[in-house]
């Protein structure tokens, strides 16, 4: 075999424009999770042990199904069962958000529950509500414990996204696949790609263990 990288090239603005999707569509749902994540974590810490089954049960749906099938579920059973049609940006953005959310609710629950209970009970001493004790006490300290892995559920995220390309999203790895096709340069394209992916997640891996050191908890 022979490399030729030339018409690969040729087309990278191609390439480019998929990979413009791909951040797009992976911001947005982290932007999503990141929201709805901590909504789910203080639902699973509620007191009513109802609330804490419907915010388990959540948990243990996206995270014991793949990403695959949620995405298939969301683009075509969802409009079937529903008669609601939505683009294939759309309901991406929305396995995306649903399945990184419930990962990122254990990772805040986790957070909140490192801080010392004891803490707690001195803010509500001071006179403090529970929510003023949550957003001024407990959520500051806890932030710093979440990020890392916060930042790692990002990488993980945006790699996942490569998958958006099976309910026709044209992304990098649609565009990847596309171009393999019309170039018949399968090995050069997806080699090509797989630079692109890198160079785009090597800086967040950077951050990421920046965030393992300075904010780290043994």
Not at 65 to 88: D, E, K, N
């Amino acid at each position: 075999m022979e490399w030729n990288f030339a018409a690969v090239f040729e087309h990278l603005g191609f390439l480019m424009a998929g990979a413009v999707i791909t951040v797009q569509v992976s911001i947005l749902s982290m932007i999503i999770a990141i929201v709805l994540g901590l909504v789910i974590a203080l639902v699973r810490m509620a007191p009513l042990a109802s609330l804490r089954i419907v915010a388990s049960v959540y948990i243990d749906i996206f995270r014991s199904t793949p990403l695959l099938a949620q995405l298939v579920w969301i683009y075509f059973a969802f409009p079937i069962l529903t008669g609601i049609r939505v683009s294939p940006f759309v309901a991406c953005t929305i396995s995306l958000s649903l399945y990184a959310s419930a990962y990122l609710a254990e990772i805040y629950r986790a957070g909140i529950l490192s801080i010392s209970s004891g803490q707690r009970h001195a803010g509500l001493a001071l006179g403090m509500t529970p929510r003023q004790v949550l957003t001024r006490v407990v959520l500051p300290q806890a932030v710093t414990r979440m990020l890392p892995p916060m930042g790692s559920q990002f990488i993980t995220l945006f790699k996942d996204s490569a998958l958006v390309s099976l309910v026709t999203l044209q992304d990098l790895m649609w565009s990847a696949q596309s171009l393999a096709a019309f170039t018949l340069r399968t090995v050069e394209v997806l080699t090509v790609v797989a630079i692109i992916y890198m160079a785009l997640t090597i800086p967040q891996a950077f951050i990421v263990n920046h965030l393992h050191r300075r904010f780290g908890v043994d």
